[in-house]
């Protein structure tokens, strides 16, 4: 991933007359090489091309010396600009390109830095080839080692820096200390291996009363009528509520767990037997199992955390043992009589998901 950093740089004075002659010459060779890409088609029918350009550059520094003032590789990075702006003219992007006054051309380009080396070699200072070590105000913390590439720009009477930084995506830690494997939905909101019980918050069960009363006082207004419209728009009201609600509920959730486990276990909804408890708040269900788990997901995805699904047929009635041990909807406890296990029967589910987890992970 490219991350860009933008910070002000101090020139002394002999500094920033180089900068300006840089900028100038700069300039003066981009119009240079679109003048030549515009005789070249008046005369042959033909265009130029970027590497053809590049080709002559040296032939073009010889007969132009002051030109061995500016580094080669920002000569070519402002015969790249003039390509970029030509496809964008061919892609329909942008009209033809056009000569470029000192007001619309402020910035060069170094390509290629070494960073590590040269650039950043003196602290407080960023070095810039031909002009020198340039006093630099770095407001915050950036990759110097993964630097690449320095745009230097004039805006508004003062000189910036942009440093384009190459910075490797998070991959998966290979060793798990923290896993978790979650149960959702029986007689809590979900319940987590290592013992966490998740409800979701009071404010839903007040938030469902108060859609019952509004539902009930739409029914029996009359159809058509003018206190019907306004019942309704209430009863719409209410519900966007709650989806706010739990829209805010389940990220809170989810990136709790995720900042906290490096694998996360849960159970495959598609082949899940969606059984849930009426007593507790039931919007936040209806939408919240499949949006919690994408939550999860995508989460663990961003920060370089291993997410399975597993399919969760069993789990609610066999022990940490392996025993089976048979239970209706209403017993919340498990009493396992061959090992004597008593334990919430979500969290009992939830172990085993987690350990249907691993054995996928190693199988792998
Ligand atoms: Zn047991």
Excluded at 49 to 63: D, G, H, R, S
Excluded at 237 to 266: E, W, Y
């Amino acid at each position: 991933m490219q991350f860009v950093y933008r910070f002000e740089i101090h020139p002394i004075h002999e500094q920033e007359q180089k900068l300006f002659y840089i900028l100038k010459l700069c300039r003066k060779l981009y119009n240079h090489a679109l003048n030549e890409r515009k005789t070249a088609y008046k005369e042959s029918g033909q265009g130029l091309t970027y590497c053809q350009q590049q080709n002559a550059l040296p032939i073009f520094v010889e007969a132009n010396p002051e030109y061995k003032k500016v580094h080669s590789q920002v000569l070519q990075d402002v015969l790249h600009r003039l390509d970029f702006a030509f496809q964008r003219y061919f892609a329909k992007e942008a009209g033809y390109p056009r000569f470029k006054n000192r007001d619309h051309y402020r910035s060069f380009t170094y390509p290629q830095v070494d960073a590590v080396k040269k650039t950043f070699s003196q602290p407080g200072f960023i070095f810039l080839s031909k002009i020198g070590f340039v006093k630099i105000k770095a407001h915050r913390e950036f990759p110097a080692g993964s630097v690449s590439r320095v745009n230097v720009k004039y805006h508004g009477g003062k000189w910036y820096v942009n440093l384009t930084a190459e910075i490797p995506e998070t991959k998966p830690v290979p060793v798990y200390k923290n896993v978790v494997g979650i149960d959702m939905g029986l007689s809590h909101f979900a319940a987590l291996s290592d013992g966490t019980i998740v409800d979701p918050p009071k404010y839903f069960r007040q938030s469902e009363k108060k859609l019952a009363r509004a539902q009930r006082r739409l029914s029996r207004k009359k159809k058509g009528s003018n206190n019907r419209g306004k019942a309704k728009e209430k009863v719409a009201k209410i519900h966007a509520k709650i989806a706010n609600q739990r829209k805010d509920f389940l990220h809170k959730t989810s990136a709790a767990i995720v900042k906290q486990f490096d694998v996360v276990v849960m159970e495959d909804l598609r082949v899940k037997n969606m059984v849930r408890n009426h007593r507790l708040a039931k919007s936040i269900y209806d939408a919240g199992w499949g949006q919690f788990q994408k939550y999860v997901g995508y989460k663990c995805q961003r920060y370089g955390k291993v997410f399975v699904l597993v399919d969760p047929k069993g789990t609610s009635q066999t022990c940490l043992c392996g025993e089976n041990v048979p239970k209706d909807l209403s017993i919340r406890i498990h009493e396992c009589p061959a090992c004597g296990l008593v334990m919430d029967r979500d969290l009992v589910s939830a172990k085993l998901i987690l350990e249907r987890g691993l054995e996928k992970i190693a199988r792998v």
